[in-house]
């Protein structure tokens, strides 16, 4: 079956191959580090990280490089100061000691979500010298101009701009007066480089004096860099098609004069409590503070849970949900391991061939999710059903738990490493169920009372008590 994936450049589901059949290219843009992802950056961290891990369990290989922003993403409203310089002012440290310590914590941060590092993850102020090469190539050919130490891209001289966000020309404009400066010749030329005035923190030298670099070129210079071009996928939140992605376009293809990227995919905005997350309406939260309200998984698998292509509204309620969900399959990950019955010749392996046949032709339909994961809790049930009926060998049980260990390389929730209790822990255990085959009860309820004020909750099954923490 072949993956199809909506291509925002074309706004078409296409098949989905790497261009050299095996290896996929691939490039998301990464954080700005100057403080700790919220929980809608986590999202588009986490809808990449699914669809890198789904490229792997259908057999290719993925290169994933993801840049760390720690220079020069100017603020909405303000031409000379960015997010890390204004952050470092605050803190009164430097910026680099603010940028060093939110790479930390964005490391800490998807590695508790379960995502998994880039292959790669260049910071920006370490490839200063390429984005000037890159600078000086695009002035070479035509596409940028200096003046007063600044450098421009020249729009006019690219014909297809906008054809990634396909805005008509008002709203390019209107996005583009942002940074408008006088000194511009048109009104949508966007910065590459931007002189340091007196007091700036961040400086290098260039050919045209100090400064620093635009936010869009660190993205297309080690993209570029890092992968050739074109490379197979590049990809972001949606709010980073216009002006981001639309001016990566134009440089890149201005300096190689070819194709920058085959496909770009963006996730959809996260809404909290309905509406967008802002920090005057008290909806503003952390990837930390959710994931230490509702654990990591639960955190990842309400994210991951909705396509990524529709907007999804966090709440208690939701996360609640999908805590219980993971509880459950955790749950069922235990009474398989229980299983010790013989039969042979039950309905598990038909059932596990027709989940594993949805869950995949859900996931190459643009990564449909939720229609994927539904696949999954139809079979959970009856997969339970089964057991509960005895008609499950240990055999089979064992099939159904490499089947689960095949999902979660996409999903990432579960925990397949058994706990071993401290042996006085079992031994408690193991007494309670003798007394309770002895008919004791009132020795195993008293057993079973000490076990619950040491944290450990006893559920008697067919199989024989299973233990869980409590
Ligand atoms: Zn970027």
Redesign the pocket.
């Known amino acids: 079956m072949v993956l199809k994936l909506f291509n925002t450049l074309t706004r078409k589901k296409q098949p989905f191959q790497p261009a050299d059949g095996k290896r996929v290219r691939m490039y998301v ?1 990464g954080p700005t580090v100057y403080n700790y992802i919220h929980i809608g950056n986590a999202r588009t961290f986490l809808t990449f990280d699914v669809l890198k891990r789904y490229l792997r369990y259908k057999g290719h290989e993925v290169l994933h490089v993801q ?1 760390i ?1 720690d220079v020069g993403h100017l603020t909405e409203d303000d031409l000379a100061e960015d997010k890390l310089i204004r952050k470092a002012k605050e803190e009164n440290v430097s910026p680099l000691q603010i940028a060093g310590h939110y790479t930390e914590a964005y490391f800490r941060d998807i590695e508790r979500l379960r995502i998994e590092r880039a292959a790669v993850n260049p910071k920006a102020t370490e490839h200063i010298d390429g984005m000037v090469r890159a600078i000086e190539e695009l002035i070479r050919r035509g596409h940028a101009y200096e003046v007063n130490g600044s450098v421009y891209f020249d729009v006019g001289s690219y014909p297809e701009y906008g054809k990634l966000s396909r805005l008509p020309q008002e709203q390019l404009l209107a996005g583009a007066r942002v940074e408008a400066r006088e000194e511009k010749r048109a009104p949508m030329d966007f910065a590459l480089w931007k002189r340091a005035e007196a007091g700036h923190a961040m400086r290098w030298p260039s050919p045209w004096g100090e400064g620093y670099p635009g936010w ?1 070129i ?2 297309s210079v080690m993209s570029a860099q890092y992968l050739g071009v074109p490379f197979d996928l590049h990809g ?1 939140g949606k709010d ?1 098609i216009f002006p ?2 639309e001016n ?1 376009i134009a440089q890149a293809e201005g300096q190689f004069g070819k194709e920058f990227a085959r496909f770009w995919l963006h996730s959809e905005f996260l809404l909290v409590n309905g509406e967008k997350m802002s920090k005057s309406k008290g909806n503003f939260f952390t990837a930390k503070e959710v994931m230490d309200r509702f654990t990591p998984e639960a955190t990842r698998f309400f994210l991951i849970s909705a396509h990524y292509r529709t907007e999804l509204n966090l709440t208690d309620e939701g996360l609640a949900a999908a805590r219980n969900t993971v509880e459950r399959l955790q749950e069922f990950i235990v009474r398989l391991r229980s299983v010790k019955g013989t039969k042979q010749g039950s309905e598990m392996m038909k059932l596990i061939a027709s989940a594993e046949k949805g869950f995949a032709e859900e996931m190459d339909d643009d990564l449909n999710i939720s229609a994927a994961l539904s696949h999954v809790f139809d079979f959970m049930r009856e997969a339970n059903a089964l057991i509960q009926a005895g008609e499950v060998s240990e055999e089979d049980a064992s099939a159904v738990l490499d089947f689960l260990k095949r999902l979660d390389s996409v999903l990432c929730v579960m925990r397949f490493e058994s706990e071993q209790l401290p042996a006085e822990l079992q031994a408690l255990i193991d007494e309670r169920e003798a007394s309770r085959k002895r008919k004791d009860f009132s020795a195993a309820d008293q057993l079973r009372e000490e076990l619950r004020k040491r944290g450990i909750i006893l559920d008697d099954t067919p199989q024989g008590p299973r233990w869980k923490r409590g």
């Open positions: 843009c840049n922003t869009h660190e993205c972001g980073l981001h992605h990566e």
